[in-house]
């Protein structure tokens, strides 16, 4: 399977992007995935100064609290498992990167042979394979960059689904660097640490923690992602947009940009 290029960045229309990032509005429910708080928002505080122009402040200025992973859409690399740490926004690319859209429904883990480690549970639901080729199918020349994965998850899922093996070897294969996904993580919840899948899209081996062994150490993984019903699946192309910040996952905005010609 020949792997995606580099390439120019592709023609694409800006006029037309549409957001895939969850809106985190701190006063209505919003994700709190493995059992973190809820993200909040306060008026900062110091001596003599209280941020908030309704009790009289002269301007409104606010401390937010929250866990990226958690909390909203996040983009991580592979220093989400190791010691070092290497900052998104010194790899990430910041031009639009080929893309393409897939809707890949998840199916009863008694429905497949596929799998996980540790293997899925008779009432896990598992996104496969199987699925991503059958809607990959009418795009059998693209070779994008970027991968939209939409499975229909909704974020307050309790038990959400998550990706197999062999669905993750398959994205290698084909040449993925990054993946953008509604799911809360691609690995199940409760996975006794092993977090398989992301091991297997940053080519970092099981147990390790040691960057410099990551294969694929400048792919990414969004997670947490919204897609709205207006979009259709194909080709297209994304940015994704991330914080100058220093850290494993941080909050992200992906944009769909629809493609020029």
């Known amino acids: ?12 229309d800006f006029g037309a992007a549409v957001s895939l990032a969850l809106v985190l509005d701190f006063d209505r429910p919003h994700p709190r995935h493995f059992g973190a708080p809820a993200a909040h928002s306060e008026p900062f505080r110091a001596e003599g100064f209280e941020g ?5 402040a002269s301007c409104n200025c606010r ?4 866990v990226p992973h958690c909390n909203g859409t996040h983009t991580e690399g592979a220093s989400h498992l190791t010691i070092a740490q290497r900052p998104l926004h010194e790899f990430l690319p910041s031009a639009p990167l080929t893309a393409l859209l897939l809707t890949v429904p998840p199916v009863p883990a008694t429905d497949t042979d596929e799998d996980s480690l540790p293997a899925p549970q008779p009432g896990d639901r598992l996104v496969t394979r199987a699925a991503l080729l059958a809607a990959w199918r009418p795009f059998a020349a693209a070779r994008p960059r970027a991968l939209l994965l939409k499975t229909g998850t909704d974020w307050s899922d309790a038990a959400p689904p998550f990706l197999t093996r062999q669905l993750m ?5 084909r040449g ?9 993580s691609v690995d199940r919840l409760a996975d006794e640490g092993r977090l398989t899948a992301h091991r297997i899209f940053f080519g970092l081996p099981p147990g390790s923690t040691d960057l410099a062994e990551a294969r694929r150490g400048a792919a990414t993984i969004t997670e947490l992602a919204h897609f709205p019903a207006c979009l259709s699946d194909g080709p297209c192309a994304v940015q994704i ?7 494993d996952a941080v909050p992200s905005r992906p944009l769909y940009l629809p493609l020029l010609g």
């Open 1 to 12: 399977m020949a792997a995606a290029a580099a390439g120019p960045a592709p023609a694409v």
């Open 52 to 56: 908030e122009v309704a009790r009289g």
């Open 63 to 66: 401390r937010v609290v929250m």
């Open 169 to 173: 070897q398959e994205l290698v294969e």
């Open 176 to 184: 993925v660097e990054h993946l953008v996904t509604d799911l809360p």
């Open 241 to 247: 947009q991330v914080p100058a910040w220093s850290g």
